[in-house]
């Protein structure tokens, strides 16, 4: 949970007890209402207004206003962002192919101003956060908007009106169909519900069960990224079934997020039902406690009347006991003095009997309205903690249903994504086949010309040196050995580029990306050894020194270096393993490509429906990268 969103739901808690949730959230949301007042009225009017240009928008100020509205709009307010929100989000949905005319026409229901540009051409982007540009939909699902407008939903029911307009932005937004959709909206009416009978704290914080739910919307929410990729892969998968890699690896990316949100979602339904466990041992606790109470309070009232009769027997005695005494006095002048001290120790005692009974009523008095006290304390707490147990056990039967779909959602996009990566190996494995058993075919016969040339360049060059020299002109012109030396350097490049192109196929097909079942297969990796032995026979094959190369290394070319094809700007010097030609000879590498593919005939074994994934054209970009590198 954002900053600002977290701030905004402890207001609303620690509020709850004083005047309730929604007038505290409203209280606090006065501090930006004019901002977001802004954000929401004039939102869907300042994107209009700038529709007109291609200017890229910023994604974070974007995310913030629809965080701000969705948190700070009340009442009318929220039911105009709604609107504003399920329009845009049908307008993009639209463009997208996604809807029949949905957005079109909810623009007319709802919105009576339909000269502005849609939502659909106003993009999104940030350099910081790079990706691609990002329309209206992809902002709204980076951003929590729909957490806080769900939040906001449980702080104050949804009324009629903004029901239906949720439960179609959830359609939007959510994983899952329409009847998944009405049981969250279901929920959610429960939660709002419970929520508003939830005041007093003893386990679990209000702030906790927000965030519960936050988490949970959050994992229900769809990709943006993998929406993305799914509609362009749609469109690419009829030229370029390799494009599928990227996306596989973009799911199990995403894949691993949301089993980290799930895994968390666990954790926090343990945690609540271990706090519903406590709350009932809690309870249970009191129960006894107000037992022991009222044991107490009839012992002390037993206690009391037991102490009011002793008191009332001693003070008769003690009147009796005046009585005679004043009676005696008349009779026993002589013994007077000796009665009046015997009187005034009664009354002494009968005072202080007299003042203890009081103290202790006193007593007894605060002990009992103490205990009172003490039994309406816990009565409340068990109420308290019944209330709490409901809004508990509500939250609970959400979070698991939540966290069923997400997994069904999921276990049906991992299996799917699996069948599309096991055609895309089998595919691969049969191109692979296809343009190594080429390879194979053709650099046999090569290196038997290259051998053949070799003889030849040996048996002209043993010849006499000194003709060659008398007519050097003329040999320039009509001499067979620099055709044969022309022919075989063409050959030469031919069969080196053959062998760089199987390297780099080599190379992909071991890949630690690549699925580890392709490296089982026995007729690649025989495929694989032929051609290794074929360069070990090239190689082993001793480069002739050519008279064609050291006459250039003699006399300074002036003429340019041949003019490349703007279509290919990066080209190398071919050298082949043993070979000592210059460095500066360039190489078209479309042309030479192009030549190679003519020298080895290549035919279409297969349909275009079953190489149009995969060609020479990855080779090639891979091939000239390789190249400029090594510039």
């Known amino acids: 949970m954002s900053s600002w969103l977290r701030s905004a739901v402890s207001k609303a808690v620690e509020a709850g007890g004083r005047s309730g949730v929604a007038r505290a959230v409203l209280g606090y949301a006065d501090a930006v209402a004019h901002h977001a007042g802004q954000a929401v009225a004039e939102g869907a009017k300042i994107l209009n207004d700038r529709m007109s240009t291609q200017n890229y928008k910023s994604v974070k100020k974007m995310v913030k206003r629809l965080e701000e509205a969705a948190v700070s709009s009340r009442g009318e307010d929220r039911l105009q962002v709604l609107r504003h929100w399920l329009r845009a989000l049908q307008e993009v949905e639209a463009q997208l192919g996604g809807l029949d005319g949905a957005a079109e026409q909810n623009a007319h229901s709802s919105e009576p101003n339909t ?41 104050q029911a949804p009324n009629e009106e903004e029901v239906p307009l949720l439960l179609e932005i959830f359609g939007l937004c959510l994983t899952g169909g329409k009847e998944i959709n009405n049981a969250i909206m279901s929920s959610i009416q429960d939660l709002a519900k419970s929520f508003s009978n939830y005041h007093d704290e003893v386990l679990v914080k209000r702030e906790e069960l927000l965030q519960f739910t936050q988490s949970a919307i959050s994992g229900l929410k769809r990709n943006s990224d993998i929406m993305r990729i799914d509609a362009e892969a749609v469109e690419l998968w009829k030229k370029l079934n390799e494009k599928e890699t990227s996306r596989v690896q973009q799911t199990q990316e995403d894949h691993a997020k949301t089993t980290e949100r799930t895994s968390s979602t666990t954790v926090e339904v343990d945690k609540l039902k271990v706090l519903a466990t406590s709350l009932s041992n809690s309870s249970s606790k009191a129960e006894k406690r107000i037992l022991d109470h009222r044991r107490q309070k009839e012992e002390a009232l037993n206690f009391r009347a037991k102490k009011e009769n002793e008191v009332s027997a001693v003070e008769k005695e003690l009147t009796a006991e005046i009585s005679e005494l004043e009676k005696q006095r008349d009779e026993l002048e002589a013994r007077l003095k000796k009665v009046n001290i015997s009187l005034n120790a009664a009354i ?63 276990e049906q996009k991992e299996k799917r994504t699996n069948d599309e990566l096991e ?63 022309e022919e075989y350097l063409e050959t030469e490049k031919k069969i080196v580029i053959a062998f760089s192109i199987t390297d780099h196929m080599k190379k992909l ?35 002739p020194t050519l008279d064609i190369e050291v006459r250039r290394a003699k006399v300074p070319t002036k003429e340019p270096s041949p003019v490349q094809v703007p279509s290919t700007p990066k080209a190398e010097t071919v050298v082949s393993p043993k070979s000592p030609a210059k460095p500066d000879q360039p190489l078209d590498l479309d042309s030479e490509l192009a030549k190679l593919e003519l020298e080895f005939g290549q035919v279409n074994k297969y349909s275009p429906e079953e190489i149009s994934g995969w060609e020479f054209d990855e080779l090639e970009e891979e091939l000239r990268a390789d190249i400029s590198k090594s510039q």
């Open 115 to 155: 000269s502005k540009p849609p939502f659909a051409r106003v993009l999104f982007y940030d350099a910081d956060i790079g990706g691609a540009p990002m329309n209206f939909r992809d902002v709204f699902l980076y951003s929590q908007a729909l957490e806080g407008i769900t939040l906001s939903m449980i702080l």
């Open 348 to 410: 002494g005692r009968l005072k202080q009997t007299r003042e203890e009974r009081d103290q202790f009523d006193e007593a007894n008095n605060q002990m009992i309205f103490s205990l009172k006290a003490k039994d309406n304390e816990l009565s409340k707490s068990i109420t308290s903690c019944n209330v709490e147990a409901g809004v508990v056990k509500t939250w609970i039967n959400f979070l698991e249903d939540t966290w069923q779909l997400q997994s069904s959602y999921n």
């Open 423 to 485: 055609r895309c190996t089998d595919n691969f494995l049969k191109l692979t086949k296809y343009h190594l058993s080429t390879f194979k075919e053709i650099l046999s016969p090569s290196i038997e010309r290259i051998c053949t040339y070799v003889d030849n360049l040996a048996v002209l060059q043993s010849r006499d040196v000194s003709t060659e020299h008398d007519n050097e002109e003329l040999s320039e012109k009509t001499s067979p050995q620099k055709s044969l030396e």
């Open 509 to 543: 097909f071991y890949s630690e990306q690549g699925v580890n079942s392709r490296r089982d297969d026995e007729d690649v990796r025989n495929l694989f050894s032929e051609i290794e032995k074929l360069r070990e026979r090239f190689e082993s094959v001793e480069r």
